[in-house]
């Protein structure tokens, strides 16, 4: 059996938030607000009776005349077995849950306090993450919530009941984005619920994405996995895996497709510059893109984020090491589109050249690495118009200047390369940009190189 997910859209405004252009159906919904808190039902198994399951199960013992009462059961001493109780939650007993910290990044806090990893958060707690911080917390259920920048969510209840051992998990965003994976489990009854102002995500194992837009008049769910009914109160649209929604107060826009994963180009690319640049082919659909830096490909533990309106990126610097790059397109109904994840080297590699004129056909060839270690550099200068011919190349140099002497008049390119075996054994090379320059006078048949300058 496949797994399914419920979205139930609250709207609780008559007046329809203006959407972007597209052309999925945009549909009206109802502003009655759905029953937010179902009762659990139960099958009666042999022996069970009202008073019995009163004095094992619930917080009171006459609190078995309430279920008596909305299962229609005349003698709370003889059930059939089989038959379905409707019990309210709020009378059933049960343990409390913890979600404990797996990765965070930057100003994320728990109950207003600086996290670790493995504090814990209960029902009740508030989650938040400041500007370039990120969070993620996993249930012992294996489910993980996963909060970007800028982003605010509300433990409501966490706790497993004693009567059915089902799960009854639900998280209030209040704002930014979430990002969830729910762990899957046999028995059926398990409950998960993401709400929003404007939506609410109950959910069965599945993999989505929830947003909170603007000021809080619009929702979008992006199903990544799984099947989600994505229901107002009278209308209801089926979304399937790689389709998603979103919802304002009176509107309803979907199904969407989602936008294919984009290409990344270069994908072997070490990124040796101070900055992290990644370029991606043009997604046809795509407005905006999403790029991630992670730690790990599954982007629990995110280190970068930025949202960019080219296929072009640029991160700040980040220590060497392997990391991962998610890109996804974004459409103009602000639905993010499948990621691309692609496992990048990160080794700060790159060197910048300068030249000085000496004077008397003297020059003084310059350079500097901006990485660690020590590195051995190759010097490289050619005419202008035999670019891959050397006039000059020295390989395997120590220092970082060269002094060349009696060049022959005409154009010149130059350029240099800084290479260094790392401590993970790998070869790291990479050239500088290369640099045009000009020598002017009458020709001469000699070139010599100098020694550098004591200085």
């Avoid at 969070?135 to 009567?163: F, K």
Wanted: aromatic residues 6%; contains cysteine; proline residues 7%.
């Amino acid at each position: 059996m496949k797994k399914r997910a419920i979205v139930l859209a609250v709207l609780m405004g008559s007046t329809a938030c203006a959407a972007p252009p597209s052309s999925p159906p945009v549909q009206s919904v109802s502003t009655v607000l759905p029953d937010s808190d179902p009762p659990i039902s139960y099958a009666v198994r042999r022996g069970d009776n009202l008073y019995n399951l009163a004095r094992f199960y619930m917080m009171n013992l006459g609190d078995y005349r309430i279920v008596q009462r909305l299962s229609r059961v005349r003698n709370p001493y003889r059930l059939r077995i089989g038959k379905t109780l409707t019990i309210p939650r709020s009378l059933l007993r049960s343990d409390p849950m913890l979600a404990r910290v797996i990765a965070f990044r930057g100003a994320a806090s728990i109950d207003g306090k600086a996290v670790a990893l493995g504090t814990a958060v209960g029902e009740g707690g508030e989650i938040r993450t400041g500007p370039n911080a990120s969070i993620s917390v996993a249930l012992s259920d294996g489910s993980t919530v996963t909060l970007p920048s800028q982003s605010l969510i509300r433990v409501a209840r966490l706790r497993r009941y004693h009567l059915t051992s089902e799960l009854d998990r639900l998280f209030r965003l209040e704002t930014g984005r979430s990002e969830t994976r729910v762990t899957p489990r046999t028995n059926g009854r398990d409950r998960f619920e993401l709400r929003t102002p404007i939506s609410v995500a109950a959910v069965r194992g599945t993999d989505f994405r929830v947003a909170l837009l603007g000021d809080g008049q619009a929702s979008t769910i992006e199903v990544l996995e799984g099947h989600v009914d994505f229901a107002g109160i009278g209308t209801e649209v089926m979304l399937d895996s790689n389709t998603g929604a979103r919802s304002g107060r009176g509107t309803l826009i979907g199904p969407v497709p989602l936008l294919p994963p984009p290409e990344i180009l270069n994908p072997t690319r070490v990124q040796s510059e101070p900055e992290m640049i990644f370029d991606t082919a043009s997604l046809t659909g795509a407005a905006h893109y999403r790029v991630q830096i992670s730690a790990d490909a599954g982007g629990l533990d995110m280190l970068e984020e930025v949202v960019v309106d080219q296929p072009r990126a640029t991160l700040p610097p980040l220590p060497n090491g392997d990391y991962f790059v998610r890109i996804a397109g974004i459409d103009a109904n602000d639905l993010e589109g499948r990621p691309r994840v692609l496992a990048f080297d990160r080794h700060l590699n790159a060197v910048r050249g300068t030249l000085q004129p000496l004077g008397g056909r003297r020059y003084l060839f310059k350079w500097q690495n901006l990485g660690e270690g020590e590195h051995l550099f190759r010097f490289f200068l050619a005419r202008a118009d035999a670019p891959d011919r050397p006039v000059i190349d020295e390989p395997a140099l120590s220092r970082k200047s060269l002094v060349i002497t009696n060049l022959l008049p005409g154009d010149y390119v130059w350029r240099v390369q800084a290479s260094e075996v790392a401590s993970n054994g790998k070869r790291y090379a990479n050239w500088s940009n290369t640099q045009t320059f000009t020598v002017a006078g009458k020709q001469r048949h000699t070139i010599s190189r100098a020694k550098p300058p004591a200085s």
